[in-house]
C-alpha cells in the first residue's frame, strides 16, 4: 500500500498577474536576464542567482535603485571571508543625500502623537529643517564619525536631527524615551556622544509624560556631550533647557540659521551610519555598529522588492526609537515615499486608532508587530467591515513569529485582498533574513521566503542544511548589512563571539527555524530560548500558536525549568477578566497543546501570571524569567518596559514540587 501525497494547502493570498511583470522584483528580475544572464524564470532561480553571483547582483540593485553616489570599480572583495568580506570598497556615498532626493510640496512626513498631536512636513520643510540642524552641528563642532545620540519618540524632528547628522558624517543612536535614566546610560554611556538630542515629554495612553528630569540626570553622567538640543513636544521645552547646563530648545539652535543647500559629505561604503543596541536583557547592551552603504542598500532592497514600496507610496511601521525597525521604516524616504509616523499607545484613545489613521492618510504599506494583530484579533475587531482600506497593498507583520491564526485573522477580518508579509532578521543586520514576496503566494503561518543576495539556511547540530526539520537559521555567505563591528571591541573577539563561534565563517542567527516543502519558513522562536524536555528541541512559539488561540488566555511565556535531571516544560498565561486557572482550563490547555503540537509540547507545570515582562519593543523576555525562576540574577532590567513584573515570577510554589 502506497503513502499518499500530503495535500498542498491553499494559499491565503494569490499575487494579481500583473505582479509577475510589473512589481518591482519582477522588473529586477528581467533586468538580472538581460544585463548578466541571470536564471530568473521563477522567485528561487532567482534567489539562487542572486545568492551564488553577489557581486553582479548587489551592483544590479545599486544601478536598479538609483543609489546617489560613485560606486566604483570593485562590487565584492574577500566574499568568501565572514566577518572580512567588503562589498563596494571603492564607493563613496552619503546615506542622508540618498534619503533627501525628492524636493517640492507634497508630504515628506506626516506625525500623529496619540490624539494629541497632528502635524505634516513637506519635502521642501524637511529639507529646510535638515539644513538649519546641519549649520548648527557644525557650528558646535560635530565632525565625520562623532556620535549623536537621541532620546527621542518618533516625530519628524528625529528624523530630521538624524539626517542633519548623517549629511555630515556623525553617526546616529537613539532610544525611545520611556527608558530609564539607568537604561539610557546603559547605552550612551559607552558611545561617548558629542551631541544630545531629547524630548520635552511624551503621551502615552492618554497621559501625559514629562522627562526633564531625566535630561538632567543622563546629561550629569555623559560628560562628552557638547549640546543638547530640547525638542517641543508637550509645551514646555523652554523650562526644560532653561534648568539644564548645555541645554538648549531645538527651535532657540535654529531660529536665525537660513536654510540653504545641505552640503553632504560623501564617505566610504563602510562609513559608520548607526549605533543599535542589542536588547540587554542578558547584560549590558551590545553596541552593534553598522555601515551607512550596507543599511542603505540592504533597506532599498527590501523595500523595493520585497515590500514593494514606490515613488508616493504612503508607508506606515508602528515603532519607537529604540527598535530597528525605526531605522528600516526611515530607508523608505530613499524610494520616495511619505513617511507616517505614530507615536504613542496603539490603543488610546481606542482599539482602532491605527486603522482609522490608516484609512484617513490612504496608508498603502501597514507595518506593526505580531502582538498587536494577536491583540486587536482579542479585541473582536473587523476593521474590513468599519474602515475603508482600499489604499492598503501590504501588511507587514514582525517583532515574533506570527502565528496561523493571526494569519487567518488579517483575511478574515482586516483585509481580503492584500500581501501579508511576516518578516524576520533584527538588530544585529538592521534588517531582514526572511521576509515577502511580492510574486510567490501567502500560506498560514509561513514567512515566504529568503531575502535575496541572502544565503539563508537551516543547520541542523552537525552544520549539515535542512529542510523540514527545525534547526540554527544561518547566513552562509557575507552580506551587505553584517555590522562593521561592536563599539569598544577592538580585536574583535565579542562580534565573533556574537555570530561565528557555533559555526566557522558562518553566521549562526540564533532563531530556531524551519524550511516548509514550498520554500517558506517559520521561526519556532530564539534558540537560547528553545525547550529541551527530554533531549528534544521545541520551538517555544509552537506552544503559543496553540495557546493563544484560546479566548481565555490573552498571552502565554514558556520556559524550561531545570527539573529532575531533566528540562521540564513551565506554562506561564496571562488570563482574560474573570477568567481563572482552574482544573478544567488547565486540561484545556493541554488538550490544545497535545493535540495542536505533540505531546512533548505540553506543559508539566501551569501557572497564572497577572503580567508578563517585556522589552521596550514589545518582545516577551523568556531568558530573564528563566533565570528568576531559577533564582539567577538578572542583569539588565532597564531594558524591559515592565521590570516589575519579573517578582511574579519568583519562588513560586507552583514551580517547587
Known amino acids: 500500500m502506497t503513502t499518499p501525497e500530503p495535500t498542498m494547502p491553499k494559499p491565503l493570498w494569490t499575487p494579481a498577474e500583473t505582479a509577475a511583470t510589473q512589481s518591482g522584483i519582477a522588473q529586477l528580475m528581467r533586468k538580472a536576464a538581460d544585463q548578466y544572464g541571470a536564471s530568473a524564470a521563477d522567485y528561487a532561480s532567482f534567489h539562487r542567482w542572486s545568492v551564488e553571483n553577489r557581486e553582479d547582483f548587489w551592483s544590479l540593485v545599486w544601478d536598479d535603485c538609483g543609489i546617489v553616489g560613485t560606486r566604483g570599480e570593485r562590487g565584492l572583495v574577500d566574499g568568501d571571508r565572514m566577518p572580512g568580506a567588503s562589498f563596494f570598497p571603492d564607493a563613496r556615498l552619503n546615506f542622508a543625500e540618498n534619503l533627501l532626493r525628492r524636493t517640492g510640496e507634497g508630504d515628506a512626513i506626516v506625525f500623529r502623537g496619540e490624539d494629541k498631536v497632528e502635524r ?85 495612553n492618554g497621559k501625559r509624560i514629562e522627562v526633564g528630569d531625566k535630561i538632567d540626570a543622563v546629561l550629569e553622567s555623559l560628560p562628552s556631550v557638547k549640546a543638547a538640543l530640547v525638542v517641543d513636544y508637550l509645551g514646555t521645552a523652554d523650562a526644560v533647557a532653561a534648568g539644564i547646563d548645555r541645554a538648549v530648545t531645538l527651535d532657540a539652535a535654529v531660529r536665525h540659521i537660513e536654510p540653504r543647500a545641505i552640503a553632504f559629505t560623501r564617505l566610504p561604503f563602510s562609513h559608520p551610519l548607526y549605533i543599535l543596541f542589542s536588547s540587554g536583557t542578558t547584560g549590558i547592551p551590545k553596541c552593534i555598529v553598522h555601515s551607512a ?42 524610494s520616495e515615499a511619505t513617511l507616517l509616523l505614530f507615536d504613542g499607545s496603539p490603543f488610546a484613545p481606542g482599539p482602532t486608532v ?21 491583540a486587536v484579533r482579542k479585541e473582536g475587531l473587523k476593521p474590513m467591515e468599519t474602515h475603508d482600506l482600499s489604499k492598503v497593498r501590504v501588511i507587514s507583520s514582525t517583532g515574533s513569529p506570527l502565528s496561523p491564526e493571526c494569519f487567518s485573522y488579517v483575511y478574515d477580518a482586516i483585509k481580503q485582498d492584500v500581501h501579508l508579509a511576516s518578516i524576520s532578521g533584527g538588530t544585529d543586520i538592521v534588517s531582514c533574513f526572511v521576509l515577502g514576496v511580492p510574486i510567490l503566494p ?44 561592536f563599539w569598544n571591541d577592538p580585536d574583535g573577539a565579542k562580534y565573533r563571539a556574537a555570530y561565528f563561534e557555533r559555526f566557522d565563517n558562518v553566521w549562526c542567527h540564533g532563531d530556531f527555524a524551519e524550511w516548509t516543502p514550498r520554500g517558506g519558513m517559520i521561526i519556532h522562536g530564539r534558540s537560547d530560548a ?81 503580567d508578563i515582562p517585556r522589552t521596550k519593543s514589545g518582545k516577551i523576555v523568556e531568558l530573564a524569567v528563566r533565570e528568576v525562576v531559577h533564582g539567577r540574577p538578572v542583569k539588565n532590567k532597564e531594558a524591559l518596559a515592565n521590570p516589575q513584573a519579573l517578582e511574579l515570577f519568583r519562588d513560586l510554589p507552583e514551580l517547587q514540587g
Open 354 to 374: 491605527l486603522f482609522d489613521y490608516a484609512q484617513a492618510e490612504g496608508m498603502t504599506y501597514f507595518g506593526t508587530s505580531a502582538k498587536y494583530i494577536d
Open 530 to 610: 528553545t525547550l529541551n524536555p527530554g533531549g528534544v528541541r521545541i520551538g517555544t512559539a509552537e506552544i503559543y500558536n496553540q495557546v493563544e488561540q484560546m479566548p481565555e488566555v490573552l498571552e502565554a511565556l514558556c520556559i524550561g525549568q531545570e527539573w529532575d535531571n531533566d528540562v521540564r516544560v513551565v506554562l506561564f498565561v496571562r488570563l482574560a477578566d474573570g477568567v481563572s486557572l482552574d482544573d478544567d482550563l488547565q486540561k484545556a490547555i493541554r488538550t490544545k497543546v497535545r493535540t495542536g503540537a505533540s505531546p512533548r509540547h505540553v506543559p508539566a507545570r501551569i501557572v497564572a501570571v497577572t
Open 442 to 485: 501567502v500560506f498560514s503561518g509561513e514567512i515566504q521566503g529568503a531575502g535575496l543576495g541572502m544565503a539563508v539556511e537551516v543547520w541542523n547540530d552537525e552544520g549539515h542544511p535542512v529542510t523540514g526539520e527545525k534547526g540554527e537559521l544561518v547566513c552562509a555567505k557575507a552580506f551587505p548589512s553584517m555590522p562593521i563591528g
Open 293 to 334: 552603504g550596507g543599511t542603505l542598500l540592504q533597506h532599498v532592497k527590501e523595500h523595493r522588492y520585497h515590500a514593494g514600496i514606490e515613488a508616493g507610496d504612503r508607508v506606515f511601521y508602528f515603532t519607537t526609537c529604540g527598535w530597528m525597525m525605526w531605522n528600516w521604516l526611515v530607508s523608505a524616504l530613499a
Open 120 to 204: 505634516r512636513l513637506s519635502w521642501d520643510e524637511l529639507h529646510a529643517l535638515v539644513s538649519r540642524l546641519q549649520q548648527y552641528f557644525v557650528d558646535v563642532g560635530l565632525k565625520p564619525g562623532d556620535r549623536v545620540a537621541a532620546m527621542m519618540p518618533n516625530m519628524p524632528e528625529t528624523i530630521a536631527a538624524m539626517l542633519a547628522a548623517t549629511s555630515i558624517g556623525a553617526v546616529w543612536s537613539s532610544c525611545s524615551p520611556d527608558f530609564g535614566a539607568q537604561g539610557v546610560l546603559d547605552r550612551f554611556g559607552q558611545i561617548e556622544p558629542t551631541i544630545f538630542v531629547a524630548v520635552d515629554g511624551y503621551w502615552y
